[in-house]
């Protein structure tokens, strides 16, 4: 988010004259998740836009954006931006206005595969050498029953203390996509760096509606001409910078363990999936038709 973060910030600046500015704040500077949706909610002031994991927003009753959660639905990063790029993905952005949650959607933000990771006790050659290993993951319901199914013992851990956590061994492990795990140095405690890529979920940028709704109509339409031109420049960088990281990692001395057969997992998981798509099964099956 920081890249994309400033990118955004700096079209909006520009495009307002400077009449219009943003400061970021990155790496959880302002509270976890659950503080920062429920500060835009209250109509903002310390916090006005987040970045918001569509899995943790399907917690608060926006179930459509949870779709892009669900394990493997998603066979690649082009699949991936096909759906987002189409009109059902611009109808999924918009779920937090329609459902009048106090959020506006701006964009979304495609932050890369997840991956899991490991200390160096623990070397992942298996699904089967996931089972009762503890994981920190985020704490949504999807994700702690996605990796319950991969028989993981969810150990819900703030992101901040998670390098300590993984350095004492009060957790096996987590995930995260390239940039998190490579950013955070978390190669340091936990070098085996598993390819899962078991979800390829995006984030969603969110605005405060209350705020949004105050602003002027030039004020609202620049934001969302450089929301749109941001999450372009995202869609064009993200590639580039994905396989940067990787090489960085491996420069780092982690052990990339590549996945080059997913079906255990995708079968394993399919519980998870069946009951998170239940109700919405036009929309899952035509994400999958994309």
Excluded at 68 to 92: K, M
Excluded at 146 to 169: D, R, W
Aim: charged share 20%; proline share 3%; hydrophobic share 40%.
């Amino acid at each position: 988010m920081d890249l994309a973060g400033d990118h955004f910030a700096k079209l909006v600046e520009e495009k307002s004259a400077g009449r219009i500015k943003i400061q970021v704040y990155p790496a959880g500077q302002l509270g976890d998740e659950k503080t920062m949706y429920q500060t835009l909610q209250m109509g903002g002031g310390a916090i006005d836009i987040c970045r918001a994991n569509t899995n943790s927003l399907g917690d608060f009753g926006m179930k459509k954006l949870t779709l892009f959660g669900l394990p493997f639905i998603f066979r690649d990063r082009a699949h991936l931006w096909n759906v987002l790029n189409s009109p059902l993905g611009q109808e999924f952005l918009s779920e937090p206005q329609q459902l009048k949650s106090g959020f506006v959607g701006l964009f979304y933000l495609d932050e890369g595969a997840r991956n899991f990771f490991t200390s160096k006790k623990v070397t992942i050659n298996s699904i089967n050498d996931y089972k009762g290993l503890k994981l920190r993951v985020p704490t949504t319901d999807l994700m702690t029953e996605t990796v319950s199914a991969l028989g993981v013992q969810s150990t819900p851990i703030s992101f901040s203390e998670l390098y300590s956590a993984l350095q004492t061994g009060t957790v096996d492990g987590a995930e995260q996509p390239h940039s998190g795990y490579y950013s955070n140095k978390f190669y340091e405690v936990a070098p085996n760096y598993i390819l899962s890529g078991h979800t390829y979920s995006p984030s969603i940028v969110i605005m405060s509606a209350s705020v949004y709704d105050k602003l002027d109509a030039e004020a609202q339409a620049i934001l969302m001409e450089a929301a749109k031109e941001t999450a372009e420049w995202n869609r064009q960088s993200i590639e580039v910078l994905d396989n940067e990281l990787l090489t960085k990692i491996k420069a780092a001395g982690a052990n990339v363990i590549e996945v080059k057969d997913k079906t255990p997992y995708i079968e394993a998981t399919k519980d998870v999936v069946r009951k998170y798509a239940k109700g919405y099964e036009q929309y899952y099956d035509a994400i999958l038709a994309l």
